[in-house]
């Protein structure tokens, strides 16, 4: 283990939380129990769907023209076999919803069984055939659109080197891997592509070309001990390249054979392909528990996640530093002297923040709604809090696919009883009566604006074909998880906050409104609410590049131990701002607090939703409206939830300030 581990490894034991989730190096999955095969058992080749960088719309992998299951090269020119699809893998709830699509695929393999330049099948194109020249469009743009593969062999994705492939024994020379491999490379037409054109300076020969990977170089590395039977699939690694063969009984995989343009037009009308693989088996010291080493390793250098944690922190100790001088100093004083009641007439005269107290437990307007939404905030607030912690100890590693959506949508159905009481506690204190209409929009009104939404959104991968559309049936377990079960317990939630008795307030509450004095402009509503969102964000935007780098870049995300952290810091900053701008609104004489404490605290979204704009414009590759529609889509989508949520946080904080501090004041 190198001196950079070693010191990650100690900063993070000491921050406990992190400690839990451990580095690249100790990387264990819990619950996923090794395999060892032995010498010419058949190793699975599982295909999962297509992605992109330049484009947000995943296919499946026989969307497009590729081998396919009881197909060879001489069935397929003999007529004697007809092609099928590749048999389904049993996928999980999160997995169906990420738009993965795992299926068998028709490459052959045995356990140490080398194979070179065995022919797959062949593929002949013609320009005048309607069907066929479909075919070669839909692979010529998934070529220039720089979809990758994604391959599966033992639960490890199968990983292309693209630098340092020889190693070293520094950090920075370790190899770096990308998961997946390219479809092919393009040149002059696709120059955003990430995918270049290596093969004999094929860019000075080919200068306006289409290529396709139609040969694989497969190394997979195992490992052998006394303790057990058999070998252990340690590593997956792939070198795509483009072969042009002269026919599918005479196939030469030399390096120095010239690649295979992509090439179908009225000058060029026929085109045959062969697709060929080869396979090499490696022995390695690797054991199977650090066989995800090297995949992490290559993911972002985690230095960078230490600055933003210590940036997060420099944020935090400020706020604290201002609320602590507010709290010990100024807040300390003003109770002692309203307190005080052997001090002068004037000194006793009310001023400031006391002023309002017949006024500051008033219900706020809508009270439904504010209710409804600090219920559904308790129980997102829930469902991320224990996703955390379970994905902190390696339940939701990257080998349990579909692992933490799975997780987050379980929890959120089954905590609709923190939903439902705190909801009705709320509704309750602020005198409301419609106690049914209570129930009813905290079971519904935010989980049927995401479902509309998605659906929506679904709708339109569903007219792209796309592997990412949910299937009808998905759908319908969706409903009957959020009818059957959420429901339900949102109601038993709401019977048993109702049944309790209202919560008391430490001052009386005046039956005339006091009025409100002009207000300053840090103290308006709007600008005080935006003022609230600043500092929340600065905590998180560096770790929410990383999520959006991963999410949208199709990237590892593992370091759940730093998000943790910076997810705890970000609480610990959106209660602490919302506290400050409330004493600031109070001492105004402003008791409008109720919303204000909410919209404050949640208008980090606005920074957030903001930086995601940027983000796709500065950083993605993607265009076309239905790219941008489904990522604005799916980013408000998740930029409500998180809304609701810090929303919530910075109330409840609020909310516990202003008891405290109008229970410790004697009021006439």
């Avoid at 070179?116 to 062949?122: E, G, H, I, N, V």
């Avoid at 009270?367 to 559904?376: C, E």
């Amino acid at each position: 283990m190198d001196a950079h581990t070693n010191k990650m490894k100690f900063f993070v034991t000491l921050t406990a939380v992190v400690g839990l989730c451990g580095d690249a190096a100790a990387f264990y999955l819990p619950g996923v129990a090794p395999r060892a095969y032995v010498k010419d058992e058949l190793l699975p080749l599982l295909v999962n769907r297509l992605d992109s960088t330049e484009s947000i719309i995943p296919y499946d992998y026989y969307h497009f023209d590729f081998c396919e299951m009881g197909e060879t090269a001489e069935t397929d020119a003999d007529g004697t076999a007809k092609p099928k699809e590749g048999a389904k893998v049993s996928e999980n709830l999160g997995q169906i919803l990420l738009g993965e699509r795992i299926r068998h695929s028709p490459y052959e393999i045995r356990m140490r069984e080398d194979i070179y330049c065995r022919p797959l099948c062949q593929r002949s194109y013609d320009f005048d055939d309607k069907k066929s020249r479909h075919k070669f469009k839909l692979l010529s743009n998934a070529i220039k659109k720089d979809y990758m593969h994604h391959w599966i062999i033992d639960n490890l994705p199968a990983v292309e080197c693209t630098s340092n492939c020889r190693g070293g024994v520094e950090y920075h020379e370790q190899p770096y891997y990308r998961l997946g491999f390219p479809v092919g490379c393009a040149i002059g037409e696709a120059r955003k592509s990430m995918t270049i054109c290596t093969v004999n300076t094929i860019s000075n020969m080919y200068p306006e070309e289409v290529f396709v990977n139609n040969h694989i170089d497969l190394v997979i590395d195992f490992h052998e001990s006394t303790e057990f039977t058999g070998a252990r699939i340690v590593g997956v690694q792939i070198s795509p390249r483009s072969i042009n063969h002269k026919s599918y009984k005479e196939v030469d995989c030399g390096h120095e054979v010239d690649p295979q343009p992509f090439k179908l037009t009225k000058d060029a009308k026929k085109m045959d392909l062969v697709y060929t693989y080869s396979v090499a088996f490696r022995p390695s010291p690797l054991k199977w528990a650090s066989r995800w080493d090297s995949y992490l390793q290559s993911a972002e250098n985690t230095s960078i996640h230490w600055f933003s944690i210590v940036n997060s922190l420099i944020i935090v100790v400020f706020l604290s530093c201002m609320i602590g001088v507010i709290l010990v100093r100024t807040l300390h004083k003003d109770i002692s002297r309203y307190n005080n009641a052997d001090e002068s007439e004037d000194a006793q005269e009310e001023f400031g923040w006391k002023l309002v107290h017949g006024d500051v437990f008033r219900p706020p307007g809508n009270p439904m709604l504010l209710s409804v939404l600090l219920g559904t905030g308790s129980q997102i607030m829930g469902v991320v809090c224990v996703t955390l912690f379970f994905a902190c100890l390696g339940f939701l590693s990257p080998a349990t696919r579909g692992g933490l959506m799975t997780s987050m949508l379980v929890m959120y159905v089954f905590l609709g009883t923190p939903a439902g009481f705190v909801s009705s506690r709320m509704y309750k204190m602020f005198g409301g009566e419609q106690w049914k209409s209570n129930v009813i929009c905290t079971a519904f009104l935010i989980p049927s604006f995401v479902f509309v939404t998605f659906f929506v959104l679904n709708l339109v991968l569903w007219s792209k074909e796309s592997s990412a559309a949910v299937p009808f049936g998905t759908l319908i377990a969706l409903v009957l998880m959020w009818f059957c079960i959420s429901v339900p317990l949102t109601f038993l939630g709401a019977y048993l906050g109702f049944k309790r008795a209202a919560i008391e307030q430490p001052v009386r509450t005046n039956q005339i409104p006091r009025q409100i004095p002009p207000q300053s402009l840090y103290t308006q509503f709007w600008p005080g609410v935006l003022m609230g969102g600043i500092l929340p964000f600065g905590c998180i935007f560096i770790q929410l590049f990383f999520i959006l780098n991963s999410i949208w870049g199709h990237k590892l995300y593992y370091v759940f131990g730093f998000l943790f952290v910076v997810f705890t810091i970000l609480c610990v900053t959106v209660i602490e701002s919302t506290i400050l701008l409330c004493y600031f609104h109070l001492c105004a004489e402003n008791y409008h607090w109720w919303w204000r404490a909410f919209l404050s605290s949640g208008a980090c979204v606005f920074y957030v939703f903001l930086y995601a704009i940027i983000f796709y414009v500065r950083r993605m590759e993607v265009d076309g409206t239905v790219n941008l529609v489904l990522y604005v889509g799916y980013t408000f989508v998740v930029g409500v939830l998180f809304w609701v949520m810090t929303g919530t946080i910075g109330f409840f904080g609020c909310f516990a300030f202003v008891r405290k501090i109008y229970s410790v004041v004697k009021v006439d």
